[in-house]
């Protein structure tokens, strides 16, 4: 009786770690895909903060918040240039 009760039981893990398995594959993707998206919006935040700390003297400063620090962080050095541009377009 305790052989098929131990069966049982291998059977429900072996079943219970294949699920976890399936689990982190589907997640991974866009865990990852949020994460470097994260990263970039970190380094955009730090790039615009630099950016107004130069650009100060001269006049020229883009605000600091998520959509920006989000453009500048996937677009890089044109994202910057893109927000200036809207800025003056804007203005």
Do not use: C, E, H, W
Not at 55 to 83: D, E, H, R, Y
């Amino acid at each position: 009786m305790t052989s098929g009760m131990d069966l049982n039981f291998i059977i429900a893990f072996v079943f219970g770690l294949l699920l976890l398995y399936l689990l982190v594959r589907v997640l991974y993707l866009p865990l990852r895909i949020g994460l470097k998206l994260l990263g970039n919006a970190v380094v955009g935040g730090l790039l615009l903060a630099v950016f107004n700390a130069v650009g100060s003297f001269f006049g020229l400063t883009i605000g600091l918040n998520v959509v920006t620090a989000f453009v500048t962080g996937f677009l890089g050095i044109p994202g910057i240039i893109l927000l200036l541009v809207l800025q003056r377009l804007t203005a």
